[in-house]
């Protein structure tokens, strides 16, 4: 199992763009599907909406309704890194953003991923 850790969360206004962060702990992470999914404050228990994900390759990608056309996912392969682009931040944004990683299958549920990270919490602000 591949740790990970996301970062780039924060206190952005509305309209802001943020980037978050997803490292591997190690360098099979390059090998790994990697998907973000989001959790609204106080709906902990409803289940991780879809994000975005991008294969392991980094040659296809997959967006959330709800966000295409102001999210890019990509990745660093020398950093061992999968950045997701976030833009035109609306006030109903807020929600920790975890980043998850599949060794078979990038798919848009929870249960295509094994491995998690802790999340990071992205606020915005009207």
């Known amino acids: 199992q591949v740790q990970l850790v996301e970062s780039g969360g924060g206190l952005v206004q509305a309209g802001a763009s943020l980037t978050l962060s997803c490292a591997g702990s190690?360098?099979?992470?390059?090998?790994?599907?990697i998907g973000w999914f989001s959790q609204s404050p106080g709906k902990e228990h409803e289940d991780h909406e879809f994000?975005?994900?991008?294969?392991?390759?980094?040659?296809?990608?997959n967006y959330g309704d709800s966000v295409k056309g102001r999210t890019a996912i990509s990745r660093d392969f020398a950093k061992n890194t999968v950045t997701l682009q976030m833009s035109s931040l609306k006030p109903e944004d807020p929600a920790v953003y975890y980043c998850?990683?599949?060794?078979?299958?990038?798919?848009?549920?929870?249960?295509?991923?094994?491995?998690w990270g802790q999340g990071t919490q992205v606020t915005v602000s009207s």
């Open positions: 994000v975005a994900s991008i294969t392991a390759s980094g040659t296809a990608t």
């Open positions: 190690e360098r099979s992470f390059n090998t790994y599907h």
């Open positions: 998850a990683a599949s060794n078979y299958y990038p798919g848009v549920c929870r249960r295509d991923y094994r491995s």
